[in-house]
């Protein structure tokens, strides 16, 4: 019977531990919570040391987490915790801490010693703390940005990018007055308020950026191929509008910009002028490869489809550059949720009945779900990357494209594989039945203003794979 009793003591010790432990530690990166450390930073306080930190969180300009889901969400924040970990130990000391702000927190904190002789970190002498702890901060960020984008690139697993990371230091100010623990904590508050005037500079940067590009209608165009996957040759491109270069600094990224028109209520003026230039410059692609009738697919969100306008819009458009509605497909993303399916199909429907197609996009990711397909009846399905991403070593992705292969045939269909970059995936989606593909394999996007043409890859022989010179690209 004692045994027993000490078997459910041990037992229930061990659960309360762990459940102590799933409050003080982070289950996804193992970095332990602030509460953690508070006792060492004060007591090096006390000691009469110069304490400082350096507050990292993840921009959320890209709403990662609300597009690819809490999953990759963890995985990125795995990775970031990863490469902060491996730049402290390079750059740091053993008994400087890195820390998550708490338990699931996308908010990381480095504490570290400022030493007297700030030679120490190779500072000039009589070098201020603050100036030391600034360029701390800096290496630190350099450090972090080699190991998250140097050379593996910028890519974690599937996702097409790492969230940016917003970054304040600030000395710990010790006064006898205050307790340690106060000081620290609001030492962490001003790197947050810090960390939020960026933010404000940077979206009312932004903001003027985006209302440059929209009266001067300075969108960069860039096309890429759709591939017929059994004969090699192009079937149709994809217009993908990113920012001019004079706007880099605004906008990193083409997610960060719609993200951003969006939140300002500026989608659909920016995805109108996206359109309509995409349609001007589509002229430039036909006459480098003397075809009369190229069909084109062109991103459209769900607010978009709420422009009272947008069809009047498409066909004027269209008609100018002698482009037909039936070569017109719009690509409804599945990465943001549709909520007023009401007046969605409204939309669907004053854009079906002016002949234009429809293509749900990245089918498999975000929002996607059966119930989209069946409201939407699209003319194409787009099998997101994620699915194809090493499609060839993976049973389960090639029974889930079978299975919406079949899906795709069943409702009328027809199926596009994106983001192909190896001849293995390539040999695999077509076995699947797959239609289409598109993807680095092929080629990368171009901009015909540029070069004048667009030149492709020669068209691959459906049996072998060669190339065939022979063959129009």
Known sequence: MPDAVARVSLSALRAAWLKLRGCLFDPNTRLPALPMVIDDVRRRLEA???MALIYLEMANDQKFELTYGWQAYDRVLLRVAEALAASRLALFTERDALVQI????DEFV???????STEAFGEPSGASAEDTVARRMQALLADLDQRLHGD????TDDLPRLPTLQSAAAVIASAPTLRPERSIYQCLQRARERCRHQVQVRQTGRLAALVRMLDHGDIITRYQPIVALQTGRVYAYEALSAPPPSAADAFANPEVLFSFAEQTDRITDLERLCRRL???RLSLINRARDAPRTKLFLNCSAPAFEDPRLVESLISDAISVGVEPGDLVLEVTERVAITEWSRFRRALDQVRAAGFRV???DMGSGYSSLHTVAEIEPDYLKFDLSLVLNVHRSR???RLLESLVDLARKIGSRAIAEGLERREEFDTVRALGIDYGQGYLFAQPAVPEQTGS?????VRDADSGAADASQPS
């Open 278 to 280: 995409a349609l001007r």
């Open 110 to 116: 480095l504490f570290f010693a400022v030493p007297a």
């Open 359 to 361: 293509a749900i996009d």
């Open 102 to 105: 708490g338990v699931r927190s």
């Open 152 to 155: 593996d690139g910028d890519e």
């Open 396 to 398: 389960i992705k090639q």
């Open 454 to 458: 667009i030149h492709f890859p020669p």
């Open 48 to 50: 009469g040391e110069t």
